[in-house]
């Protein structure tokens, strides 16, 4: 292990422990006034003092290692000495911190840093639009972008998708949950289309088989004069789906899924959001399966643990037109410099490599467990986005012959896992999928230590029945 990655001063936790939760103050404060929307302290009820690399520490002095890194923002961990130098660097430089979407030296640089890094058949004539601050806004602003450039108005998403929580991104997400209770959305132009889940193949296929009627499907409804469906103004698309269960596309499908977008002139829309930056094996997810989008929208890991958001695009797209979408929060100085010091870190100490190698060796840990758990339906995911999605034996197996989706038993095993001091999120279909999004700097030792504590966490769960 390379001693460039940031070692935590916080002292790992004894791997035999078991937290018992019991509300503190603070705790109970939070139940009382926060409101019913709260949703991470549901399941995980900690109350953080202080954290570093992949450890965070309770107000009790628990200590716990952080497999969920704030969803997936926090690549090199927490409070990474070259992050947090760069925020001190602005505070010291005295720079604006509030610059609406003026230029300074800092936003320059951050600009020339991730133009460096995108792929050059990409930057090559791409443009970028700073966005508030969350990815939400960022879809916000792809949607805009599409819909102004195409003169169109529809827009095709997939099953399973997430893309935020404003009414427009919303429009685009898969799950019903945050949906149902709304009624009808603001914008219902979305149209939804089946993402190719090997596991659950929306077409009981799977493999190749299920990726090829996918796109004879996706090819069929664009060019079928009687689909029903308008041609719309932008496809978008998660390379590995986070939230619904990390799920990843074949790089054939999503080669497909280019060829058929360009053939049909429709803005093809990438959301890297979650998967960006080093964190699929890849800097760029896009990149596993060779395409080029023609959107791309980023937030999370890009500020370095502060809120930034943009999108990319090519610039024939550029069509809108001034303050087409303006916002107040554009310009944070620190979250630029924070973002510039991720971008060259990762290159410099080679993360995407590292990304790609600790990721094969928590997913080698996750399919030898695999092998002696039938409760361990599927493992997969890219790099270090990885998933479990837990099944019921016992159940009705599908048309391929899985095991039906266990959401209790996923959900008590992320609560065995808290008790060891591991947290991990669930996701997916039933919240069934057990997700493992560490930093990028973990390193084999403590791989393998997420892994003997996964396992005790599965065996103890599975007993509990
Ligand atoms: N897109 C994807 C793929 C995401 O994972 C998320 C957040 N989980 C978003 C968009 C929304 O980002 P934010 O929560 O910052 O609005």
């Not at 979305?190 to 296929?205: A, E, H, K």
């Not at 719309?232 to 998660?238: D, F, K, L, M």
Request: hydrophobic content about 45%.
């Amino acid at each position: 292990m390379s001693t460039a990655f940031a070692e935590s001063p916080i002292k790992a936790q004894d791997e035999d422990q078991h937290y018992r939760f019991e509300d503190h103050p603070i705790l109970a404060r939070q139940k009382q006034q926060e409101s019913n929307a709260r949703s991470y302290p549901r399941r995980i009820p900690l109350a953080l003092k202080r954290a570093r690399g992949i450890h965070v520490e309770d107000v009790e002095g628990r200590v716990f290692i952080d497999c969920l890194a704030g969803a997936g923002t926090l690549a090199l961990g927490h409070n990474h000495p070259v992050v947090t130098d760069a925020i001190r660097q602005v505070l010291d430089d005295e720079l604006p911190l509030h610059t609406l979407d003026l230029s300074t030296p800092v936003k320059d640089r951050f600009v020339q840093d991730l133009f460096a890094v995108l792929p050059p058949a990409l930057s090559a004539k791409a443009r970028i639009q700073f966005t508030g601050p969350t990815g939400t806004d960022a879809v916000e602003a792809a949607l805009k972008l599409v819909r102004i450039a195409t003169g169109r108005s529809t827009v095709l998403a997939f099953h399973g998708g997430y893309h935020g929580m404003s009414q427009g991104a919303l429009s685009l997400m898969g799950n019903l949950k945050a949906k149902t209770p709304l009624g009808a959305l603001l914008s219902q132009a979305v149209q939804f289309m089946p993402f190719p889940y090997d596991y659950r193949c929306p077409f009981g296929l799977g493999g190749e088989a299920g990726v090829r009627a996918n796109l004879h499907y996706l090819d069929n409804l664009l060019s079928d004069p009687e689909s029903g469906v308008q041609p719309p103004a932008g496809i978008i698309v998660e390379v590995v789906q986070g939230e619904g269960g990390v799920i990843p596309a074949a790089s054939t499908w999503l080669q497909g899924l280019r060829e058929i977008t360009a053939r049909h002139r429709i803005p093809l829309i990438v959301d890297e959001i979650q998967t960006g930056f080093a964190r699929t094996g890849k800097l760029f997810a896009f990149e596993h399966a060779g395409i080029v989008p023609d959107v791309v929208v980023m937030s999370k890991a890009i500020g370095g643990s502060l809120p930034l958001a943009v999108m990319v695009y090519q610039d024939w797209l550029d069509t809108w037109q001034p303050g087409a979408h303006a916002g107040t929060f554009r310009g944070n100085q620190m979250a630029m410099a924070a973002g510039s010091a991720v971008i060259r870190y990762i290159e410099a100490h080679h993360l995407v490599q590292h990304a790609a190698e600790m990721g094969q060796r928590l997913r080698s840990h996750l399919l030898a467990l695999q092998q002696r758990t039938p409760q361990l339906g599927d493992v997969r995911g890219l790099g270090l986005m990885l998933g479990v999605e837990v099944v019921d034996p016992a159940g009705q197996p599908d048309v391929q012959g899985h095991a039906p989706h266990d959401g209790a038993l996923a959900s008590r095993i992320q609560r065995e896992c808290l008790k060891r001091g591991l947290i991990l999120e669930l996701g997916g279909r039933h919240s069934s999928v057990v997700r493992f999004l560490p930093p990028l700097i973990i390193t084999a030792e403590q791989v393998d230590q997420v892994a003997r504590i996964f396992a005790r966490a599965v065996e103890s769960a599975i007993v509990q029945r």
